[in-house]
């Protein structure tokens, strides 16, 4: 395997990663979100939404690795020759 095929490989799979943390943060911070509104009526707080959007900008970011993943490892390995 040549060395560009396996960084596309590696970007794919740290995308997943990312994928995986991201909806698992989410799912979490919307439950926690929830709890939070159960409890307090009439919270806005700016620290309760932070769980969820962080875990959707992580399911954003490893989405972009899947998608892009050949150009950035062109984009890493444009140096070298095929």
């Known amino acids: 395997m ?3 095929q396996l960084a596309n490989v590696l970007i ?3 995308g997943l990663s990312f994928c995986v943390d991201g909806l698992v943060r ?3 911070g919307i439950l926690n979100l929830f709890a939070m509104l159960a409890i ?3 919270s806005s707080s ?3 939404w932070l769980n969820p959007l ?7 970011i490893g989405f972009l690795f899947i998608v892009l993943s050949r ?6 390995f444009k ?3 095929e």
Do not use: F, M
């Open 46 to 48: 700016i620290y309760i």
């Open 12 to 14: 794919k799979i740290l």
């Open 71 to 76: 150009e950035i490892a062109d984009l890493l």
């Open 2 to 4: 040549k060395p560009k």
């Open 79 to 81: 140096d070298e020759a």
């Open 26 to 28: 989410a799912a979490s």
């Open 54 to 60: 962080t875990g959707l900008l992580l399911v954003v």
């Open 40 to 42: 307090r009526n009439n």
